[in-house]
């Protein structure tokens, strides 16, 4: 048996090595969407199992590959699957018996292959090897994962279980690359609603668009909860007191309300410093809408009620369009995207989608705080006819609205009322607007601006003579609806430059105007 157990070269590239081992190459075959299975080396690491597409087969020594759940780093060769690697060892044992086969049919020698007589006459022997049936190797089971993301900086494409963290080739942080992927599908859903609804009738688009609800509350409240628990290791606090802070937590991330409180009380965050006040008061809508949907077949109850009092009747089915779904999962990205952004110190690939819109970081003019700029806001886009006491809420449901602590209300209420835009009315704590909140935010939240508005009904009052003219009159004039047309009344009449009709006269601001010596004065630009 002098010939070499096993034939270099062949599809393996066997080599026989100085110190009379062998060694071999074998290729793991890919799935049919040409990813790779992969497994962290690290047996606490869960789930630990991933793929990549196009395979990690290199012998670079320099190459690393990087577990998207624990971010362990190793060779590529490191990262196998028990299924792989008994389908290597099922190839070399394979490669093993064919060899030692071969190798003693060429000891036999002479004779048909694998055979050889000795002796003759009365007495012989013969000699025949029968070799081993092939036995076919089995391919390396892979599992089915259900999230296929491509790293927004390398451009690996890879597959996970769940929500990962790193990019198994770069191991750049792309969680929120995930997390956008999750929010896709649900638009994707969102998308094909009408399709549906024409296919299968209203109420199984209806059980769609809510089924995209819940999906879009259950992907905040993982989310939020990952960001919790990272940041609480981040500021060093011990395995089991992140536990005990979890199980605190419960579901406090399917509400805002509570979402903000609790990032307030422990991390001194607020998660909504993007958004203002009318994008929060609605997504606080909507998510309030999954209580009766889930818990309740989609009948509101007086749980429901109490929560939004809104004008929603006890027992009907509460009403969710794919746009409220759409809004929402904007409102969730941007609040994620500020908050994972912020607190992990990168600066994320975040889709177009999560970047904060074009409005100002501040209003003009108005230094305040955060929150008094979004009771502002809100307060100026909840106006009907852009007067006094127009709107008027109590404290505890702009508590609710804005998603703020008593303690922030109460400064944002200070803050305002020192530049004369709202007022407070301690004895029922009801917060109302004034005149001036108008003059100054319109051109912010409306795009109108009300001290151009004035200049024109003050032109318009002089070329109608000293008699006056009605508000109706002028609101068929200019085309105005109400709302513009009032700050612009209020602010002539504030400045002393018109006088006034009172009397009862809503939704206007007043019966009507007249002008006056004033009134020329100031269209020349006199004092």
């Known amino acids: 048996m002098g010939d070499e157990l096993f034939r270099e070269g062949g599809p393996h590239n066997i080599k026989r090595k100085r110190d009379g081992k062998y060694e071999m190459s074998v ?3 890919k799935g049919l969407d040409d990813m790779t299975a992969r497994r962290c080396p690290e ?3 869960l789930p630990g199992y991933f793929r990549i597409k196009g395979g990690m087969d290199t012998a670079e ?3 690393t590959t990087f577990c998207p759940y624990c971010r362990c780093s190793r060779h590529p060769s490191y990262f196998h699957t028990k299924d792989q690697l008994k389908y290597a060892t099922d190839i070399f044992e394979q490669e093993a018996i064919a060899a030692v086969d071969r190798m003693v049919r060429n000891t036999l020698g002479s004779g048909s292959p694998g055979s050889r007589k000795s002796g003759g006459g009365l007495f012989s022997l013969n000699i025949s090897v029968e070799g081993p049936a092939p036995r076919p190797v089995a391919r390396p089971i892979e599992e089915e994962l259900r999230r296929d993301v491509k790293c927004p900086h390398c451009g690996l494409e890879h597959s996970v279980f769940g929500l990962a963290f790193w990019c198994p080739g770069c191991d750049a942080d792309i969680f929120l690359a995930h997390v956008d992927q999750e929010f896709a599908v649900i638009r994707k859903m969102l998308a094909a609603v009408e399709k549906r609804r024409t296919e299968l009738g209203a109420r199984v688009a209806a059980r769609d668009t809510e089924n ?5 509350v259950s992907i905040f409240e993982a989310v939020m909860k990952i960001i919790a628990k990272r940041l609480a290791d981040k500021q060093g606090k011990k395995a089991d007191e992140i536990e005990v802070m979890m199980h605190e937590l419960g579901n406090a991330f399917q509400n805002l309300e509570r979402s903000a409180k609790e990032f307030q009380r422990r991390f001194q965050m607020h998660p909504f410093d993007l958004l203002n006040a009318n994008e929060i008061a609605e997504a606080r809508a909507t998510f309030e809408k999954r209580h009766p949907i889930t818990h309740n077949l989609g009948v509101i109850d007086r749980k429901y009620l109490e929560r939004v009092r809104s004008g929603e009747l006890e027992g009907c089915e509460v009403r969710i369009t794919p746009q409220e779904v759409e809004r929402t999962i904007e409102f969730c990205g941007k609040v994620l995207w500020k908050l994972y952004s912020e607190v992990f110190e ?4 975040s889709p177009e989608a999560w970047v904060p819109g074009d409005r100002p970081d501040r ?3 108005l230094d305040v705080s955060r929150t008094a700029q ?3 806001i809100l307060f100026c886009e909840r106006s009907e006819t852009g007067t006094s006491h127009d709107p008027m809420m109590g404290f505890g449901d702009l508590q609710k609205e804005l998603v703020v602590s008593k303690e922030d209300l109460e400064e944002a209420i200070d803050d305002l009322k020192d530049y004369g835009l709202i007022g407070f009315i301690a004895a029922g704590e009801h917060v109302f607007s004034q005149e001036r909140l108008f003059w100054h935010l319109d051109p912010f939240v409306k795009k109108w601006q009300p001290k151009e508005d004035a200049r024109k009904l003050a032109e318009i009052l002089v070329n109608q003579g000293e008699e006056g003219t009605s508000l109706t009159t002028l609101e068929q004039r200019t085309g105005w609806p109400v709302r513009r047309l009032n700050p612009a009344a209020t602010f002539l009449k504030e400045q002393d430059i018109v006088q006034v009709w009172d009397g009862n006269a809503h939704p206007y601001a007043y019966y009507g105007l007249a002008p006056t010596v004033k009134t020329t004065r100031y269209l ?3 004092p």
Request: proline share 11%; aromatic share 0%; with cysteine.
């Open 363 to 365: 209003v003009p003019g």
């Open 27 to 29: 290729g793991i075959p």
């Open 43 to 45: 047996a606490s690491c």
């Open 61 to 63: 020594d320099e190459v």
């Open 524 to 526: 020349k630009g006199r």
């Open 374 to 376: 979004n009771l502002a």
């Open 212 to 216: 995209a609800l819940e999906d879009t």
């Open 346 to 349: 990168i600066a994320p690939s």
